[in-house]
């Protein structure tokens, strides 16, 4: 389903050139759950931006279901975020002076969604997610993992074909961040949504089904070795 060729990513910062991703070749099949690991400055979070259409690449090629994102324009690539991929981050990035229910329907509002219909939706994913009871809260009246799980049903709100995670529980105290987890885990069990959780913690990345190491912009172990993971078989 998701597939990268010799993909690069170059900055230039003071002069110098800083090969964030240097030949990244790997594959991620349709259903899997898989953990991008590596330390601060591998490139994990580069990658992620490539897969998910906000950045594009030096060189190489970002094959997504079988279309080329890097031959995508400004438009395609903005409906290609909005439409095929769910985005959770670090930093939740909801809108304070919005409910719960209202932040997870700004995507829908983007497609331009009739309200009647987006707000189903939009308690349908808040209910799936645990939070029935939280639809009409701000974000400033949740906790941290109240939160994290609107940015879920925000992901979820559009249908996307896969969730890309980038440090999802890197604001979470251990017991919420283990809980986040299950629930990433339960999605594509039982819906068989495609997971690709960035992270540094090997603790988390051990509850995928595979991992992918990078370091200094390039796969560990040669280009697209993928480990499976025993606890992540296990689930």
């Known amino acids: 389903m998701i597939e990268t060729r010799d993909l690069r990513k170059t900055y230039t910062m003071g002069g110098e050139q800083i090969h964030a991703l240097d030949g990244v070749s790997l594959r991620i099949e349709d259903g899997d759950s898989v953990a991008i690991l590596g330390p601060s400055g591998s490139g994990k979070s580069t990658l992620m931006h490539l897969v998910g259409g906000l950045d594009s690449p030096t060189s190489g090629q970002v094959v997504v279901a079988g279309q080329d994102l890097t031959s995508l ?3 395609e690539l903005a409906r290609y975020r909005n439409e095929k991929v769910g985005f959770i981050f670090q930093s939740f990035y909801l809108q304070s002076h919005l409910t719960a229910v209202e932040n997870v329907e700004l995507p829908l509002k983007i497609r331009g969604m009739a309200r009647r219909e987006r707000r189903r939706i ?26 994290q799980r609107v940015c879920v049903a925000r992901a979820l709100a559009g249908d996307p074909r896969f969730l890309l995670a980038d440090e999802p529980t890197g604001n979470l105290d251990s017991k919420t961040g283990k809980e986040i987890m299950r629930l990433f885990m339960d ?19 051990i509850q995928t089904h595979s991992s992918i190491r990078l370091r200094d912009g390039k796969v560990e172990a040669g280009a697209g070795n993928v480990v499976h993971n025993a606890a992540g078989d296990a689930e």
């Open 122 to 147: 939009a308690h349908a994913k808040l209910e799936s997610v645990g939070l029935a009871d939280r639809v009409s809260h701000r974000p400033q009246e949740l906790s941290g993992g109240q939160r």
């Open 187 to 205: 999605l594509n069990r039982e819906s068989g949504l495609t997971l690709i959780v960035v992270t540094h913690d090997p603790e988390i990345a």
């Open 73 to 75: 324009g400004p438009a």
